[in-house]
């Protein structure tokens, strides 16, 4: 996991690697890329998108009202 620079205080950018373990649950999608949103929970593998490793920021972080059925 890291914090992009630049982010407003207060608001980190988290990203991740493919490969690497989710950091946090929430909706990522690929760095520079649309429509390759993803709903990942923590510790699951972020996955490659299209067939390649992806740089993935995370958009918005769930909370644990919304992982309930």
Do not use: I, Y
Request: net charge positive; glycine share 14%; aromatic share 4%.
């Amino acid at each position: 996991m890291s914090t992009a620079p630049g982010a407003p205080a207060g608001q980190e950018r988290v990203t991740a690697v493919t490969g690497n373990h989710c950091p946090v649950s929430g909706t990522w999608e690929p760095a520079g890329e649309e429509g390759g949103r993803r709903r990942l929970l923590e510790g699951a593998v972020m996955p490659a998108f299209r067939n390649a490793a992806a740089q993935w920021k995370l958009l918005e972080g769930l909370r644990r009202r919304d992982l309930r059925s």
